[in-house]
């Protein structure tokens, strides 16, 4: 079993920066694909950033592609996701995922096993 605890987010200015952490618990979160994903109000939650459990493979999504960077550090069971040029649409709460199997990153939610509470990020304008 893992959990997972997300932290980094907050209000920031159009053009700011925030590092999201998600910090996980449980011996094998280093085999686990990871993601994140976000959520702003009246809208599905969507693919922002994914990363091979080994961080050999990266994936963004287009609207963030050149302004975020997703990490990892295995030995802390940490992910992170740098996120620089921060645009009032990038307002939403953020959620990590973990997958308990694969070598590749993952886009589909449906495909991840364990998810994080969430934490808010908003942009001003």
């Known amino acids: 079993q893992v959990q997972l605890v997300e932290s980094g987010g907050g209000l920031v200015q159009a053009g700011g920066s925030l590092r999201l952490i998600c910090a996980a618990s449980?011996?094998?979160?280093?085999?686990?694909?990871t993601g994140w994903f976000r959520q702003a109000p009246g809208k599905e939650r969507e693919f922002v950033a994914a990363i091979s459990w080994s961080g050999g493979n990266i994936y963004y999504a287009d609207s963030v592609k050149g302004r975020f960077a997703i990490s990892r550090d295995n030995a802390k069971n940490t992910v992170y996701l740098q996120m620089n040029s921060l645009k009032p649409e990038d307002t939403a709460v953020y959620y990590c995922?973990?997958?308990?199997?694969?070598?590749?990153?993952?886009?589909?939610?449906?495909?991840?096993?364990?998810w994080g509470q969430g934490t808010q990020v908003t942009v001003s304008s």
């Open positions: 995922a973990a997958r308990s199997r694969g070598n590749l990153y993952y886009t589909d939610r449906s495909l991840y096993d364990y």
């Open positions: 449980g011996r094998t979160f280093s085999s686990y694909p």
